[in-house]
């Protein structure tokens, strides 16, 4: 068994090439034994693997005496004092570097006595003002600078200078230094300034020293951001409000591609205090203005900024930002993320909101394959009789419900009319809704719909009335045995049907089939069942409405001619 002395052993000189005797016992702060090693002749000189010599490890231990005794060495020697103390390392590191680099204040001042050059850069574009102000070495940086350190240099890859690295690092007492003497507009590869750092990253000391030192708060990067939105962004609260109260503008264009603006970076982020200050101080020409966007475009992945926003007065249905986004509205996009997942709260929060369906939003209801989808719309949207709207009047309430507009109306009647096939699923609900029947009588309705189908929708209607063309479509229907009524549609409707039909048309379908008016009449209760058609069974259907096949996928459907 080998067994090993509680002594310290040195094996230094076994591995000559690695380190030497006399850089290991400047390393070690032995002032006796560097010496000794000295006088034996031992060189100072010597590299190991990382080309240090004992005067690097001396500067990096902090070894000031140590290191008196190798710069004495060197003097009494045929090389340059001055060229030893600026040997560098196989990574450009001078032993000011390193002394700087580790707060060594004491041995910074020798080595400067001793012509240390004070701006040495090392292999990544280091010196030792960046490595002292890295380190937060307020000592050490004071001294550089006093002694005429270069401070508006730029190094490493992203062209910092010490300032930026100071307020990265948060190193206030350190930037009161710099701020003095630095350019507070110097830019990095991004054209980003010192303030802008202090903004991007909660330093609300350094930037409020910044600020107070006279440096732009509305200076922009080369993407156009400015310290307010990278703040609104990265939600620091106490930056915003500071940078808001010192002149920073709000409404500031942030974006090459679209005017993006501080109050979209919190909407997106979800960071509500700040996008409540924001929206105190933000134009509202972004709301709904063409060529603007609204914030509630960034928002529709936060719920709780798209119930602020919608609290505060924005708009739902904002303005067309398709040549922006590629979206035409909030609810068009919030949509288009529901093709393979339940509907979003942020859908059921612009719906409520009373934000406007286009027929691309239809599609995309359908193409949900969501009935829970479907169902929501109509619990905020009141089918009103197409006879009762204008195109261009404005939208009425009813019963705390927004009225759909006979656009929103016609894109809604173009969509099934293309899913014809998948009627069991929409019919019943849009009939409980209170749509108008008659709007589905079409020659393409009654040419493909299933039997079923055709007898459900028959129900809400006075078939003896049908138009000829559509009689003879339903004769053919016949003769081919693709649809059996269920009733006798030849002979005249009971008196029963057609006085249900009269109530249905006096009262109106949205209020029948949507209100407790019908209980209201003077009639026995249980005919109130009756009237609002509950009788008729709901056709059944099996397959989901994932449809939309080739073009409708992307918004094109076959139009039919509707209303």
Known sequence: MLIVSEQRMDFTQCYPDTVSSVAAAARSGCRRRLRRLIKKGRSVDCRDNRGWKALHEAA????????????????????????????????????????AQRGHLSVVQLLLKRHANINQLTNDLSCPLYAAVDGGHKDVV???????AEVNRTHTASCWTCLHQAVYKGHHEIVRILVNVCNLEARDDHRITPLFVAAQYGQQECLEILVNA????????????????????E?????????????????????????????????????ISILRRLIAVTDRVCDQYYGMVSPLYTAVHRNESIELLLSEGYSPDAQDCTHILGYCSPLSYALSCTSKNPYSESVRLLIA??????????ICVFLSGEKDLLQLILEHRWIAPPETLAMNSSVPNRHGKTVLKLQELRGLLCVILNQVHFAAYWLPLLMKAGLEPSLLLQPHMLEHADGAVLNYLLEFVNWSTLSVPLKRI??????????????????????????????????????????????????????????KFSDIPEPSYTESPQLLHGGARNGNTQHIHVL
Request: charged letters at 15%; proline letters at 6%.
């Open 60 to 99: 990096a231990a902090g070894n000031e005496e140590c290191l008196q005794e190798i710069l004495s060495a060197v003097d009494g020697s045929s090389q340059g004092s001055r060229a030893y103390v600026n040997s560098l390392t196989h990574e450009g590191e001078s032993a000011c570097y390193l002394a």
């Open 142 to 148: 004071e001294l550089l600078v006093s002694k005429g």
């Open 214 to 233: 006279g440096a732009n708060v509305n200076t922009q990067a080369a993407d156009l951001a400015t310290p307010l939105l990278i703040a609104s962004q």
């Open 235 to 271: 939600g620091h609260l106490a930056c915003v409000d500071f940078l808001l109260d010192h002149g920073a503008d709000p409404n500031k264009a942030c974006s090459h591609d679209w005017p993006q603006l501080p109050i979209h970076a919190a909407a997106e982020f979800g960071h």
């Open 353 to 362: 909101a009373g934000a406007s369906l286009s027929e691309t939003d239809w």
């Open 474 to 531: 339903l004769d053919q229907r016949r003769v081919e045995k693709t649809w059996k009524p269920c009733l006798p549609f030849d002979s005249i409707p009971s008196l029963s049907h057609i006085c249900r039909l009269q109530v249905r048309s006096v009262l109106g379908p949205d209020l029948l089939m949507r209100t407790s008016v019908v209980q209201q009449l003077p009639v026995p209760s249980p005919m109130h069942g009756f009237l």
